[in-house]
């Protein structure tokens, strides 16, 4: 994940003052040092430190720190504002125009994932808005782009406008406008060209495609692996085009989080969404606040209630609580459950998404195996369904069968029958917290 190694900078930072009861000018002066130099580290626009470090050095010594009952905790909660504030605030919404279909240009630079972030949008669009988009090929001098935007509306069947690369970009830009009018569209997405460099040749071209579109949005797509490029580059589309957001791409890799940090400061152009990784559906609406708590250290949990709400079952939700208010839970709704969890994405992205999850000693490194997920996968399906029911009639030939079976040793099914056990006593006791809570009105699981 981007902004690990700032992460780890800052939170160690704040750890140290956090549970102060009483805050100096000179603790503050010291933990602003650290914190200068993580951001700096992390790629951040020296300018957007300098600024971000007076800001919050002159709220963190004001008077409604010093002479708070946790100082402490107040400095932080000073250094999440400005973090937040620093990346915009709050969420910057996409554009609906009063008149569809809504025109959203897409530019960039060649390699920073435009076409793909255009298909990946169109799907975000479809799926969370319910809207009805039109895909445009207007990328006519690379090789291979108007069949790469084929492609990926095939795989997502979804409409592309495309005349082919001997048209000129304005006329297909002008005749998909019309398309998308006469076949009710809601967005149309144009895919514009990208150059290795910024040149005069393609910003007229992009002028002139934005003049006969006249375009709600215009999305820059920046691939945050060049950091402090990556600002630079939307520092000089934003004085050409009049940029309405950034598309940040590759924030899953092993990035320092700078261009993050410094966009929206140096070019007061809002980040709208950001690319989490190769899948079709991993583009999220960028939440300031939500990604300074993860910054920080102090989770996610908004977007992870979002990730469940898209994916998880509502009524096998209400089923599995069932079972377990009457200890039924078996083999079988364990393997429904892995299913469904896997649905949300990566494990370990997801842990990062629980609040304190840092502190957990040793969660840190933990390296989250899909593969063995799969292994116990493969034991339970392995099973007859009487074994799925009810572990306690597996002997010792049965259990030979089923390591055989998936591939797996008895060792590994044992262990797998010993952590079923575990979370079943786990269970009944949550259960049990849950009952007492709801007759004093109190403790309640999420999503229950």
Same mark, same amino acid.
């Given at each position: ?25 000179a ?7 650290? +914190? ?31 002479? $708070? ?19 915009g605030g ?6 609906v ?32 808005y ?11 001098? *690379? ?5 790469? /935007? ?5 795989? /997502?069947?979804?409409?592309? &406008? $495309?005349?082919?690369?001997?048209? $000129?970009?304005?006329?297909?830009? !002008?005749?998909?406008?019309? @398309?998308?009018?006469?076949? @009710? @569209? ?8 990208? #150059?290795? @460099? ?34 630079? +580059?939307?520092q $000089? ?18 990035? !320092? ?22 899948k ?13 708590? *993860? ?29 377990? *208010?009457?200890?039924?839970?078996? /083999?079988?709704? &364990? ?6 969890? #896997? ?31 799969? #292994? ?8 007859t369904?009487?074994?799925r ?10 259990? #030979? ?13 044992? *262990? ?30 999420? &999503?229950?």
């Amino acid at each position: 994940m981007a902004f690990e190694g700032l992460a780890d900078r800052l939170q160690q930072t704040l750890q140290r003052i956090r549970g102060k009861g009483k805050v100096t000018e000179a603790d503050v002066k010291e933990m602003m040092r650290e +914190v200068r130099l993580a951001l700096l580290e992390a790629d951040v626009n020296f300018k957007v430190v300098k600024d971000f470090i007076k800001r919050v050095s002159e709220r963190a010594v004001g008077q409604d720190v010093m002479q $708070s009952l946790t100082p402490g905790q107040q400095v932080v909660k000073v250094v999440q504002e400005e973090l937040t504030a620093l990346m915009g605030g709050e969420q910057s919404k996409i554009a609906v125009s009063n008149r569809p279909p809504t025109v959203i240009m897409m530019v960039g630079l060649q390699g920073a994932g435009k076409t793909t972030t255009t298909g990946k949008l169109a799907n975000l669009l479809r799926k969370k808005y319910n809207r009805k988009p039109l895909l445009v090929a207007a990328d006519i001098y *690379r090789p291979a782009a108007i069949k790469q /935007l084929e492609t990926l509306g095939k795989q /997502l069947s979804m409409p592309v &406008f $495309s005349l082919g690369d001997k048209v $000129s970009p304005v006329e297909i830009a !002008r005749q998909a406008i019309q @398309h998308a009018r006469d076949e @009710h @569209h809601d967005y149309v997405l144009i895919d514009t060209a990208g #150059r290795l @460099h910024i040149d005069e040749a393609l910003m007229d071209e992009l002028q002139q495609v934005k003049e006969i579109t006249k375009p709600d949005e215009i999305f820059l797509v920046v691939d945050a692996m060049t950091g402090q490029d990556a600002v630079n +580059v939307a520092q $000089s589309f934003h004085e050409q085009l009049g940029l309405t957001g950034v598309v940040l791409t590759k924030l899953d890799g092993d990035t !320092r989080g700078g261009a993050a940090l410094s966009i929206k400061a140096v070019t007061n152009t809002p980040i709208k969404f950001v690319g989490l990784g190769e899948k079709l559906d991993a583009l999220e609406p960028f939440h300031p606040e939500r990604m300074a708590s *993860r910054i920080l250290g102090m989770g996610d949990v908004l977007t992870l209630i979002e990730k469940a709400q898209a994916t998880v079952d509502a009524e096998k939700a209400k089923e599995l609580e069932q079972k377990m *208010r009457t200890q039924s839970f078996t /083999l079988d709704d &364990f393997l429904d459950q892995l299913g469904q969890v #896997r649905k949300l994405g990566p494990l370990d992205e997801l842990l990062g998404m629980l609040p304190g999850a840092n502190k957990i000693k040793g969660l840190k490194d933990v390296q989250v195996d899909e593969k063995q997920i799969g #292994r116990v996968e493969a034991i339970i399906r392995s099973m007859t369904m009487a074994e799925r029911e009810n572990p306690d009639i597996l002997n010792a030939s049965r259990k #030979r069968r089923i390591a055989k079976g998936s591939g797996t040793t008895v060792p590994e099914l044992n *262990r797998l029958l010993k952590q079923f056990e575990e979370m079943k006593k786990m269970m009944k006791m949550m259960t049990g917290m849950q009952q007492k809570g709801k007759k004093k009105g109190g403790f309640k699981f999420p &999503f229950m």
